[in-house]
């Protein structure tokens, strides 16, 4: 667990270097260029620090909670297009943590919850974040679910108000705050 607050506090540090050396930004999205390194730096950390834990991220309720996170980051908006399938899933067997399990297996299961989403968007973010509020058993899984999602959502160097808003309902159904993740 040492390991995991440290690097937590690194991301805290992150965050109010960004936040007291550059300032916020009061643009319409709440984009702008200052926000943007920010969310983009806080992305890489993230990244850094799943990589770290991935001897310990192994378990089903990891897997199967991150693939609703993806499925939910990738319908936030009420929509998955096959690009952006195509996409998602490059993103998913392309990350480090998640080439623990068998790519079929993840390919299944975010297949699984998009059509879920797609088909009824509110029962399926409902199943979604019931699959994700498996991991909260667990403080360090149900973070790197968090910090999964903020890596798939921040690929693109863009985070939406959609992507936010589901992360954050993320957050509370693993009873993890949002503002440690900036959100």
Not at 73 to 102: C, H, K, R, T, Y
Not at 161 to 179: D, M, Y
Request: proline share 3%.
């Amino acid at each position: 667990m040492a390991l995991f607050d440290r690097l937590k506090d690194q991301a805290k540090n992150l965050q109010q270097q960004a936040q007291s050396g550059r300032g916020t930004t009061t643009g319409g999205h709440g984009q702008g260029s200052s926000r943007g390194g920010s969310r983009a730096q806080l992305v890489g950390v993230l990244k850094t620090q799943l990589g770290s834990l991935k001897t310990e991220l192994k378990s089903g309720a990891y897997r199967d909670a991150s693939m609703a996170m993806c499925a939910l980051v990738a319908a936030a908006d009420g929509q998955v297009d096959a690009a952006e399938m195509q996409q998602m899933e490059s993103l998913i067997l392309g990350n480090e943590v998640l080439q623990n399990f068998p790519p079929e297996q993840l390919r299944t299961r975010f297949h699984k919850h998009v059509d879920q989403l797609t088909r009824n968007f509110p029962q399926g973010k409902a199943e979604a974040l019931q699959e994700i509020a498996k991991a909260a058993k667990k403080p360090t899984e149900a973070r790197a679910v968090i910090q999964t999602g903020i890596v798939i959502a921040g690929a693109d160097g863009h985070f939406s108000q959609a992507e936010q808003a589901v992360l954050r309902e993320a957050c509370t159904a693993l009873g993890v705050p949002p503002a440690e993740f900036q959100l």
